[in-house]
């Protein structure tokens, strides 16, 4: 089946230590994306990537780091200096970065 | 970041009642989409809308494209039970690779 795979779906952490965070798409888009979701917010992007070894700092990058090194990949790592790091984390990903933007099942990280 | 004011923030309807709900903003977009989130569970698209005016359905969804760029409705009409959940808007800045999203209207149905 075609779509965006995200793992884990639930993830615990002890404060202080990274985890990262994985998004595999087998769509053949060009850009993917990493969106934060709280309560009661709108999604907030973290980082997104127009093409392999390339990507962009959103408007929450801090405390976040990512990689593009293959088109299908682009997993998300939850540093340590996040202040707050518990929240739902979505992957998206689209054609271009116009159009229609499909996302992955989510990951929820909480930290202990 | 920048939001969309999307309304209402919640809905209890019957089943069988239509929905209403809309995205505003001062920005103008190129793109607009509609989608639908269950507890614990990514988005899903339902609706896409490329161009000022447009109406566009989808069974029993319909959404436009407002014809200033900077709004959109999403419409469901006869709703059933299955309709329950947070539906929420997205809008993508004309020039940019950028979404900005609605803080969603939680729809619950009653049966």
């Known amino acids: 089946d075609g779509g965006i795979t995200q793992s884990p779906k639930y993830l615990f952490r002890k404060e202080g230590q990274n985890v990262t965070l994985s998004c595999e798409q087998n769509l053949n888009h060009d850009a993917m994306y990493w969106y934060r979701q709280d309560p009661g917010q709108g999604l907030r992007l973290i980082y997104y990537s127009q093409i392999v070894n390339d990507f962009q700092k959103g408007d929450i990058a801090e405390g976040y780091s990512v990689s593009r090194e293959k088109k299908e990949s682009f997993p998300l790592t939850v540093t340590s200096a996040q202040k707050n790091p518990t929240a739902f984390y979505l992957c998206?990903?689209?054609?271009?970065?116009?159009?229609?933007?499909?996302f992955g099942e989510g990951s929820r990280l909480t930290v202990l | 970041g920048q939001q969309l004011n999307q309304s209402p923030q919640s809905m209890f309807i019957q089943e069988g009642e239509d929905v209403s709900m809309n995205c505003t903003s001062s920005s103008i977009f190129n793109t607009w989409l509609w989608y639908k989130q269950e507890p614990g569970e990514g988005p899903v698209l339902l609706i896409a809308l490329y161009k000022a005016g447009e109406l566009t359905s989808n069974g029993r969804l319909t959404a436009q494209f407002g014809i200033t760029r900077k709004d959109s409705f999403l419409n469901i009409s006869a709703s059933i039970p299955s309709d329950v959940g947070i539906y929420f808007c997205?809008?993508?800045?004309?020039?940019?690779?950028?979404?900005?999203f609605g803080t969603g209207t939680r729809l619950k149905v009653l049966a």
């Open positions: 997205a809008g993508q800045l004309s020039g940019t690779y950028k979404y900005i």
């Open positions: 998206a990903s689209s054609i271009s970065t116009t159009g229609e933007l499909f």
